[in-house]
């Protein structure tokens, strides 16, 4: 119950009753003044001892009663008053006992004795003013209120009536009238510690706290110690709350976090100067707070820091503190630890929004995909899409629910996280025509078009949404990244660095400028492989392979020049055994090149020494341009083609001239979307043995399971080649290479991807492929043909790539079947 800040001014009888004696009147006096002093207990004492000796005198009794009253032990003055026939009671042991009966909850006997001591003195204030602190302690504010209000005009000059006034005001949590009581107390009595107080913990609760802490600080004095925690400790906690509330794209919200990091330090420093009944405790909430500032302003590090140290002590720690450690854990890439604590508040309060919605990103980053959709979706069910409201008459208002939007982006965006790409986009574009205009949705929806390889349509969609909502930070991020994948570097490059000045503590952020320090890193391409096969040893079809093969090839990539441009050098070996009379054959090439990659063009150029059989220059050129998300139109020319079998250019034909050939190829590519493509490629090549070979290849791709886990496509391969010359149709061609006059082949590949291990950027991926097909050439007719491939793939911290595996294959080459076994290994490095 609370306190009320009024004294009752009480006349104890002095004279002498009858029956009583010298000495014991002078124990009554001193007992009353010691009362009066305020040493309660000993006159307690007297008095008891008194009523017991004289139990006819009533006012040993009635004064006994009073000093209880005064000390508040309401159970002994009912216990008392027991004795007394109360309508011949004196009017002020009337009051006491009817004050009694309203702190033990009997408001109806409570009312009852203050009528009464109004019957006996019409004219008196305290029964007047009890008869409203039984309506307000009962709980009919409506009726003190109107009571004291009435009262107010007829005692103007009477502070209890306005302080009641203002206690029934705050209990209906109308804080705004409470405080204009609390001032008209002022206005009478400005020293009125009370009203102070009272105006001070009402601003408080009215969320006026800078208002209510200068005042505080103004009148320091009237508040004890554990007042002034209070006033501060709250303070501490409103800023925390108002820094919580700045949205995240608010390049200014460092400040108000930092103000609150402040005050809860102060706070903690103050513990050990304040006289507080449990210091510890005062600690606690104040370490609790400074985990849930630090939270907001991202020093996550720092959180974890305090969490473990109170964990070690084996402090308890609340829900709400678990969650913001839960939260540091996450941002520090550990999913698993911040997943647990989750999990411990969610035992705790099952039904905790902030915890579960929480937990959905836990299960998503601790590869509990399915877990994390589960979960999101459980959220979404549980949310009505309105919610009901009483507008200023009344009546029922249905309004949407935010809380339900968000619960359908996070179900959508998951699908998308779990590759579920195409149900996830039907879900955003859904949840967009329901709420157009919400940029949290435009920033997922075109987050889900950049993983689809729609960059250019992601593009439009963001630009589109920056005009209504220009410092959205999730669309500024996606922005940056559509620049990148369409080689918009220079703009790419500024939006980078004013976000991460702008935004530093965000992990999007960080992300995109580890990208762009990456991106104008060094780069080393190296490409490794070696098999064995089983060719006949007498020559018999010319096979491409060797009996044995081995290769090596490597780019080294400038930092970018200018943006777009970037000097390379290549370095390449080849060696292999053949039959005679080639025997071992080998290439060495030394390559100097530019490459240059901006908006929809990514072009290169290379001049190549090349040693093999002879020696040779050449110059290659490629151009790739994207017509728009869907085409792209390449080609590669080279006037001296080193990819050409290494059996062609050790070939010791024509006057012992090895085999050269120009080449030119034209593809056209058609991305339906990341699991459907279609690629047409022309060749062409012109052997310096004046033979001309002509080809035409198809490949359709469909991933047909998608999945976090476990990814199934198939390959459809179609391809057909023809040469001008070869030695079946004419006998003076000997070309010592693989040259049938017609041929072609179709095939079916099977591709598994399985995902074995990821932690944020680093991945593990095992891969199985299966090829199984029919190879035709003209004069050998058709056999089946086909391999196996199994690889490992690494990637880590966006800067190291590396691919092994080995391809046992099938191949027939005029007729005759060569086995083989290939080994690779392929790495990318920037550095």
């Avoid at 709980?139 to 004291?148: E, K, L, S, T, V």
């Avoid at 204009?180 to 408080?204: E, M, N, P, R």
């Avoid at 493509?677 to 198809?698: A, C, H, P, V």
Wanted: glycine share 6%.
């Amino acid at each position: 119950m609370k306190p009320y800040l009024f004294l009752a001014v009480l006349c104890l009888p002095s004279a002498i009753a009858f029956g009583q004696t010298h000495d014991e009147e002078q124990r009554y006096q001193d007992a009353l003044a010691a009362a009066r002093a305020g040493n309660t207990q000993w006159a307690l004492g007297q008095l008891d001892q008194l009523k017991t000796q004289h139990p006819e005198i009533l006012r040993y009794l009635y004064d006994y009663i009073q000093i209880l009253s005064w000390t508040d032990q309401s159970e002994a003055v009912i216990k008392q008053s027991q004795n007394l026939d109360l309508k011949q009671t004196p009017v002020y042991v009337l009051e006491a006992v009817a004050k009694a009966a309203r702190n033990t909850g009997d408001f109806i006997q409570s009312e009852s004795l203050y009528r009464l001591a109004l019957e006996k003195s019409p004219a008196r204030f305290e029964p007047k003013l009890g008869i409203g602190l039984v309506f307000l302690d009962s709980g009919n504010y409506d009726r003190a209120i109107a009571y004291f209000n009435e009262l107010t005009e007829a005692y103007p000059q009477q502070i209890e009536p306005l302080l009641s006034l203002a206690y029934a005001y705050e209990y209906r949590r109308d804080f705004a009238s409470a405080i204009k009581q609390y001032q008209k107390v002022i206005a009478q009595q400005a020293d009125h510690s009370g009203a102070w107080i009272g105006l001070v913990f009402a601003l408080k609760s009215s969320g006026q706290y800078e208002e209510a802490l200068s005042i505080a600080k103004q009148h320091r004095l009237v508040f004890s110690d554990e007042e002034w925690a209070e006033i501060n400790w709250d303070y501490a906690a409103f800023l925390i709350r108002k820094s919580e509330r700045i949205a995240t794209g608010d390049p200014n919200r460092y400040p108000e976090m930092d103000k609150a990091i402040d005050e809860v330090n102060a706070n903690l420093v103050s513990v050990d100067t304040l006289n507080l009944n449990d210091p510890q405790n005062w600690r606690n909430r104040a370490t609790f707070d400074l985990m849930l500032a630090l939270r907001n302003r991202k020093k996550m590090q720092a959180v974890i820091k305090l969490y473990e140290e109170m964990y070690a002590q084996g402090i308890e720690i609340p829900a709400y503190c678990r969650i913001a450690a839960a939260d540091a854990y996450l941002y520090q890439q550990q999913p698993e630890v911040a997943r647990d604590l989750y999990l411990s508040v969610i035992a705790e309060s099952p039904q905790d929004f902030n915890a579960r919605s929480s937990l959905v990103y836990a299960y998503l980053e601790s590869e509990q995909i399915n877990k994390a959709i589960h979960l999101a979706d459980q959220l979404d069910t549980e949310q009505p899409n309105t919610i009901q409201s009483q507008d200023a008459q009344g009546q029922l208002q249905s309004t949407l629910n935010p809380a339900k939007t968000a619960t359908e982006l996070t179900a959508a965006i998951m699908r998308a996280y779990a590759d579920r790409l195409e149900e996830g986009q039907f879900r955003m574009e859904s949840l967009r025509q329901k709420s157009p205009y919400n940029p949290d949705i435009e920033s997922k929806l075109a987050e889900i078009y950049y993983y689809r390889g729609w960059p250019r349509k992601a593009r439009q969609q963001i630009e589109n949404a920056l005009i209504e909502s220009p410092d959205h930070l999730g669309l500024q991020i996606g922005q940056v990244k559509v620049n990148h994948d369409l080689r918009a570097y220079p703009a790419e490059e500024r939006q980078t660095h004013k976000l991460y000045k702008d935004f530093s503590d965000d992990t999007g952020v960080q992300r995109q400028m580890r990208l762009w320090r990456i991106h104008n890193d060094r780069e080393l391409k190296v490409f490794t492989g070696g098999g064995l096969s089983n060719n006949e040893l007498d020559g018999i079809g010319n096979p491409n392979l060797g009996t044995e093969d081995i290769s090596v090839d490597s780019y080294l990539y400038s930092s970018p020049i200018n943006y777009n441009y970037r000097a390379f050098i290549h370095q390449g070996w080849k060696m292999g055994l053949f039959p005679q009379p080639e025997g071992r054959g080998y290439l060495q090439t030394y390559g100097l090149g530019m490459e240059y990659a901006a908006n929809n063009v990514l072009a290169n150029a290379e001049v190549h020494y090349d040693n093999f059989a002879r020696e040779a220059i050449g110059v290659g050129l490629g151009l790739a341009y994207d017509i728009d998300d869907h085409w792209r139109v390449s080609t590669y020319l080279d006037s001296n083609n080193n990819q050409i079998s290494l059996r062609a250019l050790t070939a010791l034909a024509d006057e012992k001239r090895a085999t050269r050939a120009k080449s030119a190829q034209f593809r056209l590519t058609h991305r339906v979307h990341e699991s459907r493509q279609f690629d047409f490629t022309f060749n062409y090549l012109n052997f310096s043995d004046n033979n001309n070979r002509y080809g035409i290849d198809g490949t359709y791709y469909e991933r047909w399971i998608s999945g976090p886990i476990y990814k199934m496509a198939t390959y459809l391969n179609a391809g057909y080649s023809t040469n001008t010359r070869d030695s079946v149709s004419d006998p003076s061609f000997n070309g010592y290479y693989f040259n049938p006059a017609q041929d072609a082949s179709v095939s079916i590949t099977l591709d598994n991807d399985f995902l074995t291990y990821r932690h944020y950027d680093t991945a593990f991926i095992q891969r199985v492929a299966v090829s199984i097909g029919n190879y035709w050439q003209q004069h050998y007719g058709s056999n089946p043909v086909g391999n196996i491939q199994y690889e490992h793939r690494w990637k880590t911290a966006n800067r190291f790539e590396i691919a092994y595996g080995g391809i046992r294959g099938y191949h027939y080459y005029d007729g005759n079947l060569t086995e083989s076994w290939y080994m690779y290994m392929n790495l990318n490095l920037r550095f």
